[in-house]
């Protein structure tokens, strides 16, 4: 009989990546009836993922399980170590021979793209570079984003594309009082934008957006959404997903576009115009983006499987910006299996398989197991069924004892990699607040590593 998650030998669990689904994945393993030790790696010298640098600044709401996953940090049964890469501080090799198991929960780190010409004009942005530039992620923090344009397209209707557009189309005083990075604030306060276009591929029916986001963009200050009653026809398979009891929260939505195109004329300094059946077919411009050639679609196929198809009338929209929001994709960890279709990692019930064999010892959960989709508490019940595959192979892991993260500490010292402790961030965290207080702001975020590890050097 195995020893394994018992005080004599426990179960030494590394989980990779710091966002909800790693968390929770935490949660399960400190929860469950194992004696269980959890290290968990972030490449970043902060943790929480999307929740901080993905949940729009003017979303506070939005980032309070971050109040759960600090007392999950807190427990003695966990560490933090960040600021490490795995897969270029240590291999994944190094990482199994130190744990019994090793759980992925790096998310999705990139983005899809158009595949069409002009997509790589400058004024060509991916939507999710522009969430990471206004949340402050050291990754995005110099990008630049040229504001100096009327007009801002944004492709896509997911919830990424609401946050951009709403973003967009604020004032200045409705982001000033939130934790949006201090650079982003300078740049969107000289904007000129003052038309923003989200445009869909298919119709009002299938957006997928939720109708409390979509809510906001009427909500806002000095911003009127329009949107042309016609658009808001629908062919018989789309009157049926809407009559769908299951699809409530669609038809919600579709009632908040009827009240948007309802609406008096537009009397306010910027317009979120949201536009339907529409595809981006190329991006032109004499060295940077100066237009988009869309083409109408027509919807084809059964209800809830509808797809857009071309129908061969192009128009040209002039803009100066735009931003493709059309999901999120996994990226591939040297030494982990990666379907780069779906860009996720294959497994089956959490499990990572290669090929049609599953890798003992190496899990995955979270956008990097089932692709980006679902609001944060998905990646819980996710996270949970993860776990709960790890622990039933319990019996089949080898049982030996394992060092967990003291058996690295040399080999990173070795590599000149300086370790963030949970304790050293919650020094940057209290910095971070300090900093914001000043200008009425929840914090003003460090949007550099350097920054964040001169907080700890200055505290010693
Ligand atoms: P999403 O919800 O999957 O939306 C992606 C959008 O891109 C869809 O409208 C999709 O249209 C469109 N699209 C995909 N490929 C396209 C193409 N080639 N051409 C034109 N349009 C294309 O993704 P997301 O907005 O990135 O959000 C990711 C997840 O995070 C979602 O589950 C979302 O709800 C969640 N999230 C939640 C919040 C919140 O709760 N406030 C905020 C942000 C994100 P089709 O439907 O036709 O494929």
Redesign the pocket.
């Known amino acids: 009989m195995s020893n394994l998650g018992t005080a004599q030998n426990p179960l030494r669990a590394a989980i990779v990546g710091s966002g909800p689904s790693g968390f929770y994945a935490a949660e399960a393993l400190l929860e469950s009836k194992q004696t269980v030790l959890v290290d968990m790696f972030e490449r970043l010298a902060s943790p929480f993922g999307?929740v901080r640098s993905?949940?729009?600044p003017d979303?506070p709401k939005?980032k309070e399980p971050i109040r759960v996953y600090q007392q999950i940090a807190e427990s003695p049964q966990f560490r933090f170590l960040g600021n490490v890469t795995v897969g270029r501080d240590i291999s994944v090799e190094e990482l199994k021979g130190c744990y019994h198991a090793v759980i992925f929960a790096c998310g999705a780190e990139t983005?899809?793209k158009?595949?069409i010409p002009g997509e790589h004009l400058a004024g060509s942005h991916a939507?999710?570079e522009f969430?990471g530039w206004y949340n402050g992620h050291p990754d995005y923090r110099d990008l630049v984003f040229d504001l100096s344009h009327e007009t801002a397209v944004v492709?896509?209707?997911?919830?990424?594309?609401?946050?951009v557009c709403r973003i967009l189309c604020k004032t200045v005083d409705e982001l000033r009082h939130t934790d949006i990075a201090g650079h982003a604030l300078e740049v969107l306060a000289q904007s000129r934008i003052r038309d923003v276009y989200m445009?869909?591929?298919?119709g009002p029916a299938?957006?997928?957006?939720?109708h409390?986001?979509l809510r906001e963009l009427g909500e806002l200050a000095d911003c009127d959404p329009i949107l042309v009653a016609d658009d808001l026809e629908l062919n018989p398979a789309s009157r049926e997903e809407l009559a769908d009891r299951h699809n409530r929260a669609s038809s919600k939505s579709y009632e908040v576009l009827q009240a948007f195109a309802a609406r008096p004329a537009p009397t306010r300094h910027r317009r979120c115009h949201i536009q339907f059946l529409k595809?981006?077919k190329a991006l032109k411009g004499e060295g940077r983006l100066e237009r988009v050639v869309l083409v109408r679609n027509c919807l084809e196929g059964e209800p809830s499987q509808q797809?857009?198809r071309e129908t061969g009338e192009v128009e040209e929209l002039a803009c100066g910006v735009l931003f493709?929001?059309?999901?999120?994709r996994g990226a591939a960890i040297p030494g982990v299996p990666f379907d780069d279709r779906r860009g996720v990692i294959p497994n089956q019930d959490g499990r990572i398989i290669d090929g049609q064999n599953v890798v003992p010892g190496l899990y995955v959960t979270g956008?990097i197991k089932r692709g980006?989709?679902?609001?944060?508490g998905?990646n819980r019940a996710d996270s949970v069924a993860t776990v709960a595959s790890l622990l039933a192979d319990l019996p089949h892991l080898p049982a030996g004892a394992k060092s967990g993260a003291g058996g690295l500490t040399a080999l990173l010292q070795n590599r000149t990699v300086r370790v963030v402790s949970y304790a050293d961030w919650q020094k940057i965290d209290a910095a971070e607040v300090r900093r914001g207080a000043a200008a009425g702001k929840p914090r003003e975020k460090f949007t550099s590593v350097e920054g964040m590890l001169k907080v700890i050097v200055d505290s010693e």
């Open positions: 999307l993905g949940v729009a979303h939005l983005d899809r158009l595949g939507a999710t969430v492709i896509g209707q997911g919830n990424v594309a609401v946050d445009i869909g591929r298919r299938q957006a997928k957006f939720t409390q986001e595809s981006p797809v857009a493709r929001s059309i999901g999120y956008w980006p989709t679902g609001i944060i998905t």
